[in-house]
């Protein structure tokens, strides 16, 4: 999906270069909040360990040199170091290639011949039989509440328009909230401010996740340059 991207409106106070606030629509706020289901050690490998603030980086590293000698027969390296969140779907755009191949929440589980037990793992050993768990067999998920509803898919409803703020504050957006935010800012000069057109695209998306990490000027930072 590299060339997925999506679009944002800004408006910029051009006397301070700051973002006041983006305009966004589903798609973006949907990516923000995916954002928080990140599990760190694919907020890792997704910026690289040499761009980690603290040591972070180093305790990936050592997880990736540590020979499968020292791990737990039934443990995966991987668990750590590619880790997926359970709940969600899909891997939303703007982060990786990786995004081509959709993660899913599908779980595998399997049994022995004996069929007293169940296990996620295939080096697992029934305690009844000590055999391996390796017979795979169907789950069925519980229908989710409410699937009727909505077939729009991801976290927001897409019928309303949001307010981001460059601390990636979100709220739904109105032109009360409008002229209060600008108020907050105490721009005097209105003809400072210019609105701007961007288009978000994945090299964005992976500022945007660094820069959330380390500023409290996300937008400006990764459209501006600041």
């Not at 998920?141 to 409410?146: C, M, R, S, T």
């Amino acid at each position: 999906m590299e060339n997925s991207k999506v679009s944002l409106k800004l408006l910029i106070d051009r006397s301070s270069h700051k973002v006041l606030f983006a305009e966004a629509g589903k798609e973006f706020v949907d990516f923000l909040f995916y954002l928080l289901a990140l599990p760190v050690g694919t907020v890792i490998r997704l910026l690289t360990k040499k761009c980690m603030v603290g040591s972070l980086g180093n305790l990936y590293h050592s997880v990736e040199n540590l020979s499968q000698t020292y791990i737990q027969p039934n443990k995966d390296k991987d668990s750590l170091l590619k880790p997926e969140p359970t709940w969600l779907t899909q891997v939303p755009l703007l982060l990786t290639n990786e995004s081509q191949t959709p993660i899913t929440s599908e779980k595998k589980y399997y049994i022995c011949d004996c069929r007293g037990y169940i296990s996620d793992n295939t080096s697992a050993i029934c305690p009844n039989c000590d055999e391996y768990m390796n017979s795979e067999v169907n789950y069925i998920a519980p229908l989710a509440a409410n699937t009727s509803s909505s077939n729009e898919g991801g976290f927001v409803k897409g019928v309303v328009t949001y307010m981001v703020m460059d601390d990636l504050e979100v709220k739904p957006m109105s032109t009360i909230s409008c002229i209060t935010l600008i108020n907050k800012f105490n721009v005097s000069d209105m003809g400072a401010l210019e609105e701007k057109f961007v288009d978000m695209t994945m090299a964005e998306g992976l500022e945007l996740l660094k820069a959330s990490l380390q500023s409290k000027a996300v937008l400006t930072s990764v459209f501006l340059g600041n």
